[in-house]
Each structure stands twice: as structure tokens, then as C-alpha cells.
């Protein structure tokens, strides 16, 4: 192998140019030629493709987003496409890939793989951590901190208004940003994907809460079954009235949780993961992700990443649960 290329690609998510960063170093240091490409597979299938050197990704380590850009690309679902793709590369002399994203960024590494035999490495790049094969992804602990510093604000208002603020948070279907923010922001109540919670369970709960508490804080994963936070505030609300009926917010956090500099922890693991992805590549580890479990680097199968559940820790709800009364 004389050639790797790496690309972003999917939702953005901060530590991501960390990651960039240690693939083009890594391999570099290994005397590999390593390229980026822009925009994803629409940046494959286009040629979008350039020559990276050691001070090409100078001072980017603290950066949000991705200095490869992200897409989704209809085109590479398609077998013309990705043979399009294919013909980039072999342009381009291109031995391996190294894939940042989640599980559809690795569902379409996995099908170029069996199709045209391009090696390809994936690091776990998502705010949402659900993806099966690694104790954390890449953005999501920025992610928890940057919704936690908003829930942090909001209960302010709360208390001084005694109001009940219903917060949502990304988790389409992943609880686990709506999880860690409850109970570092001291929520009342969480609602989550993985769980069955009534808007009339919680409407009861917080009937209950007002004897001991004036505010109340309800964080919402955005794929919970009841619905996104406005609809389960209008369905707690429609159980309260008079003045207890004007008592209730909603804010939603929306795109702000995928931005920002990233913590210590997310450049750790984008460093440490980007590394992995290559010497995995040099090593034989095709067709799988670098990942972290017990703080040691694992090496996992796409297959597995992209049809295995990543369950919620049990014990972090149980916690949640005991700490809000």
C-alpha cells in the first residue's frame, strides 16, 4: 500500500478534523502518500480528490465541523456511481480509504468494498455515540457538553420563573446525549428512544414534583415515540390549569450540538482512532472500523457496526431516575 485517501462524510461532528489530522500524519510517518477528498462520495465520484502534507492540516486539531466538507451522495448509491467512483481512484492510484462517519458512511464502504475490492478502515464519526463497536464516537462528548451549558442557562430561568422547560436534544434514534444530559443538568424527567415513557406518566410525575419543586427541567431525545418536545409539551400542558397551565416552555437545541471547538476527549479520540485506521490499513484490517473499548483500540467489522445495537447503559437511567427527586 502506497496511497490512502481519507473523507468525511454523513452529519458533521466536532474532533472530526482531529481524526483528518492523524490519518494524514500517520500515514505520512509511515511513508505513505495520503489524499483527501472533499464533500464524501459525491467527492469521490467527481475526483474531488488532493495531495496532503504533513502542515496541510497544521492547526486545525481545535476546529468544529470538517475541513473535508461533508455530502450525501445519491449518485454513490447507485452501481454506476460507485464504479465511477471506483475509476477516481484508480486514477488517482489510491490503495485505501479511511471512512469518518457513521453507520451510513460504513454501509457504503462495506458495498464499495464487495464490489470493487478497495480497502477501507472506518473511524466512528457522530455526535449520537450509537454506533456498535466502540465505548464512544467522535463529537458526541463535545456534543453532551455544548447541550449541557445550554440546559445549564435554561434552568436558570426556569427556577427564577418556576417554570417547566421541556429541552430537546439530537438523538434520533440513539438516547444517549438525551441521557448524559439529564443527569449532568439534574433533569426531572428524560425521554428517550429506547424507553416507553407517556406523556401522561410524565404530566404525573411532575404533578407530584410541584410539592417538593417550583421548576422542572424535561430533556427530549428528538426519536422518542411520544414525539419531539413541542408535541409532548402540549400533551403534559393540556393536564395542567389556570396559572399552572402557563408554566410550561420548550427549546429546542437543534444544530448547535454539532458545532464548536472540540473537548480534550474528542481529540483524543479522533487522533487516537485516525491512527488506528491507518495502521489498520498497513496491517490487513479491511472492511471494519478502529474503534476504542476499554480504552484499547478494537478493530470491528462493518457488518457488525451497522446491524448491531448499541443498548443505553441501564444504570445511567436507574441513576437519572434515583437523583431527580
Do not use: W
Not at 474531488?48 to 492540516?57: D, G, L
Not at 421548576?215 to 395542567?240: L, W
Not at 484490517?285 to 478493530?299: E, S, T
Amino acid at each position: 500500500m502506497k496511497k490512502i485517501a481519507v473523507y468525511t462524510s454523513g452529519g458533521d461532528s466536532p474532533g472530526m478534523n482531529a481524526c483528518v489530522r492523524a490519518v494524514v500524519r500517520t500515514g505520512i510517518y509511515h511513508d505513505l502518500d495520503v489524499y483527501s477528498i472533499k464533500y464524501g462520495y459525491d467527492g469521490i465520484i467527481n475526483g474531488n480528490i488532493s495531495k496532503m502534507e504533513s502542515h496541510s492540516v497544521s492547526n486545525i486539531l481545535q476546529r468544529g465541523g470538517t475541513i473535508l466538507k461533508s455530502a450525501r451522495s445519491n449518485e454513490f448509491r447507485t452501481k454506476e456511481g460507485r464504479k465511477k467512483a471506483y475509476d477516481q481512484l484508480t486514477k488517482h492510484g489510491i490503495d485505501g480509504l479511511v471512512a469518518i462517519g457513521g453507520d451510513g458512511t460504513f454501509t457504503g464502504a462495506k458495498v464499495f468494498y464487495e464490489e470493487f475490492g478497495i480497502p477501507v478502515v472506518g473511524c466512528p464519526g457522530t455526535i449520537d455515540n450509537d454506533i456498535y463497536g466502540t465505548d464512544y464516537t467522535i463529537g458526541f462528548d463535545t456534543a453532551v457538553n455544548t447541550a449541557l451549558e445550554a440546559i445549564d442557562k435554561i434552568r436558570d430561568t426556569a427556577a427564577a420563573h418556576d417554570r417547566v422547560f421541556f429541552v430537546e436534544v439530537m438523538g434520533r434514534d440513539s438516547g444517549y446525549i438525551a441521557v448524559e444530559c439529564a443527569i449532568g443538568g439534574g433533569a426531572e424527567v428524560v425521554m428517550v428512544p429506547e424507553t416507553i415513557t407517556t406523556s401522561k406518566q410524565v404530566s404525573d410525575y411532575l404533578k407530584n414534583l410541584r410539592e417538593s419543586k417550583t421548576s422542572s427541567i424535561v430533556v427530549v431525545a428528538e426519536g422518542d415515540e411520544e414525539g419531539d418536545a413541542a408535541t409532548i409539551m402540549a400533551k403534559v400542558k393540556s393536564e395542567f390549569v389556570g396559572e399552572e397551565e402557563k408554566k410550561f416552555k420548550v427549546t429546542t437545541l437543534g444544530h448547535i450540538q454539532r458545532g464548536g471547538s472540540p473537548t480534550a476527549k474528542d481529540r483524543l479520540l479522533g487522533s487516537r482512532s485516525g491512527l488506528a485506521a491507518v495502521e489498520g490499513l498497513l496491517n490487513g484490517k479491511f472492511n471494519c472500523m478502529a474503534g476504542i473499548i476499554n480504552d484499547q483500540v478494537v478493530y470491528t467489522p462493518f457488518d457488525d457496526c451497522i446491524n448491531k445495537n448499541k443498548p443505553l447503559n441501564k444504570d445511567y437511567l436507574r441513576l437519572q431516575e434515583i437523583l431527580s427527586i
